[in-house]
């Protein structure tokens, strides 16, 4: 039998939990034995829940206990979310997350730690919810030299526009509708002022380009509570559709990096014109491979679920090291060199 710990059940530790119930035998037949939920730590107690006799608010329970092997980190924010997983770390256990709040603020740290006690931390479902990317990104991928990344990364905005878009409605009513949907949170401001896509294009960095990027490196982080009807009508006529995007750009010689965040213009023949709705969809160019996308869910409880999962099997099964950075190149902060159009006062760059 496996034990694990889980630390917090909200959405997606809820999710986890489902997920280990629901492919019990799936996930048996990968181990040749049971994976087991010995612990959720959570203030909440969860009366009548099927783990509600291991449900623990004492951090100290799973760090004492040498039978855990991996802690799923599925709290969201940065404490004590960070000082839990560090605190495991040094205890001897992997770690895997989804929260990528921690991961952009403090992931060279936690790695760094990881490797000095000879475990894992590991965080696939940072970025693009249930959609695997960042193990193919280090894996797959790792004999490329990535050139580019640009993506959908935030579900919530891409809806917002995509209802502007196909039903002419306002910025308001389409955020209030996303709000009614459970697409959006009560606060939107991290998802529509850019802060998730950035942490997310943040990481995608780090891992793409070899270096640690954080929120300060990128040049601008714009979202789309300026996009009005108008722009994107104009748009339309032009072609394009407005899509919140995170871009990170390296030169053919690895020594500068450009990220942002910001509303593009998209044209019809690209990709991610077509991705709609709360849809995710990222694509990588890579010198050898060109380009490849990953596309799919990019939230929701399962979806998540199921990239920590596979995270825990990679932390039991291979216990893969950190990946080395190396030290960090040029950062350009200036997006001004892009080809850009100026739609009613607000220019655009062009994907």
Same mark, same amino acid.
């Given at each position: ?47 009548? !829940? ?84 960042? !193990? ?216």
């Amino acid at each position: 039998m496996i034990n694990i710990a889980i630390m917090g059940m909200g959405v997606v530790g809820g999710g986890l939990c489902e997920a280990v119930s629901k492919n019990k035998d799936v996930i048996s037949s990968v181990f040749g034995e049971e994976l087991y939920i010995k612990y959720v730590l959570d203030k909440r107690t969860f009366p009548g !829940h099927e783990l509600e006799n291991r449900v623990v608010n004492d951090i100290n329970i799973i760090l004492n206990d040498p039978t855990i092997a991996v802690v799923a980190e599925t709290m969201g924010g940065d404490k004590p979310a960070y000082d839990f997983s560090l605190a495991c770390l040094k205890a001897g256990k992997s770690v895997v997350t989804s929260n990528k709040l921690v991961v952009e603020k403090h992931a060279s740290e936690l790695e760094e730690e990881a490797l000095k006690n000879g475990v894992c931390y590991l965080y696939e479902a940072s970025v693009g919810g249930g959609i695997p990317v960042i !193990h193919p990104l280090m894996h797959c991928l790792s004999g490329n030299r990535i050139t580019k990344i640009a993506g959908i990364l935030n579900g919530t905005t891409n809806y917002i526009l995509d209802r502007m878009e196909k039903d002419g409605c306002s910025f308001e009513d389409a955020l209030s509708d996303a709000q009614r949907l459970g697409y959006a949170e009560a606060n939107p401001d991290a998802d529509i002022e850019g802060l998730d896509a950035a942490r997310k294009i943040c990481i995608l960095a780090s891992v793409c380009f070899g270096s640690w990027y954080r929120l300060n490196d990128c040049a601008e982080i714009t979202g789309i509570s300026e996009v009005t009807l108008k722009h994107i009508e104009e748009a339309k006529k032009m072609g394009y559709k407005i899509k919140l995007l995170g871009v990170a750009e390296n030169s053919d010689d690895g020594k500068n990096a450009l990220l942002f965040v910001k509303p593009c213009l998209v044209p019809e023949d690209d990709l991610l014109y077509a991705v709609n709705g709360v849809f995710n969809c990222i694509t990588v160019t890579g010198n050898l491979v060109g380009e490849v996308a990953f596309y799919g869910h990019g939230a929701g409880g399962l979806a998540t679920s199921s990239a920590v999962l596979s995270d825990i099997i990679e932390a039991v099964k291979i216990k893969t090291p950190p990946c080395e950075k190396s030290k960090p190149c040029m950062i350009i902060k200036n997006i001004d060199a892009k080809s850009c159009i100026d739609i009613l006062g607000i220019k655009y760059p062009v994907i």
